[in-house]
């Protein structure tokens, strides 16, 4: 299967992504999206998989630096 994923960044308008992966993602991942490190929070199926795709969008947060 092959998951096609919108990622949103919460509170950046300007972030996002879209990426083919082989595995979804889950809720409390770690993803980089452009230069942001972002924990994952929500997964929304957008449509039903069809044939070997499969459709979602998530939305992320950006993970605070401990320094």
Same mark, same amino acid.
């Given at each position: 299967? !092959?998951?096609?994923?919108?990622?949103?960044?919460? +509170? &950046?308008?300007?972030? =996002?992504? !879209?990426?083919?992966?082989? /595995?979804?993602?889950?809720? =409390? &991942? *770690?993803? *980089?999206? +452009?230069?942001?490190?972002? @924990?994952?929070?929500?997964? !929304?199926?957008? !449509?039903?998989?069809? +044939? &070997?795709?499969?459709?979602?969008?998530? /939305?992320?947060?950006?993970? *605070? @630096? /401990? /320094?």
């Amino acid at each position: 299967m !092959i998951y096609k994923v919108s990622y949103v960044v919460i +509170g &950046d308008p300007h972030s =996002g992504a !879209i990426v083919n992966l082989d /595995t979804a993602p889950c809720a =409390g &991942d *770690q993803v *980089q999206v +452009g230069d942001k490190l972002c @924990e994952v929070v929500e997964i !929304i199926d957008l !449509i039903p998989p069809r +044939g &070997d795709f499969a459709y979602l969008h998530v /939305t992320c947060r950006p993970v *605070q @630096e /401990t /320094t």
